[in-house]
């Protein structure tokens, strides 16, 4: 947390004191209250918690291709797609229509058709009961 540690030395002298690296606010400007609140929820919440769920459009493939991270696309293999998330990411996957819920890894980009957040391997769309209807309503949340 170097900000937060150079924002309180820097505005020490708007304090009374400074009690274990903390700063004990005397004064109440707007802007020093505002910064110090988001330099705490910034410090609570990693970036990763503002994209941690989201819900939308699924669907799956089975192709034998290389995927965007560069290993072979298995469709046995409880992978997915997503546009953003780290390869490797591991997400809970959850069927809004059946309440299934299977977790895959990141290994591909996409889906890139609107309204769809994930793209799932066979196997995964398996376990969440959407092969034969091949799209479906999902939420999905980061686990790892």
């Known amino acids: 947390m170097p900000f937060l540690t150079t924002f309180k030395r820097s505005h020490a002298k708007n304090a009374s004191r400074i009690e274990n690296g903390n700063v004990i606010l005397v004064s109440s400007s707007r802007s020093f209250v505002t910064v110090a609140a988001i330099s705490t929820l910034v410090a609570l919440a990693p970036w990763q918690a503002f994209a941690a769920t989201s819900c939308g459009g699924a669907s799956w493939y089975a192709e034998h291709s290389r995927t965007a991270s560069g290993e072979h696309m298995n469709p046995s293999k409880l992978t997915a797609a997503h546009k953003t998330l780290p390869f ?3 997400v809970k996957v959850t069927n809004r229509k059946n309440g299934k819920t299977v977790v895959v890894r990141i290994n591909d980009r996409g889906p890139f058709i609107k309204g769809r957040v994930l793209d799932l391997s066979k196997a995964a769309a398996a376990n969440l ?15 790892g």
């Not at 959407?130 to 799209?135: C, D, E, F, P, Q």
């Open 129 to 143: 009961g959407m092969v034969a209807s091949g799209t479906g309503k999902v939420c999905y949340e980061l686990i």
């Open 88 to 90: 490797g990411t591991q």
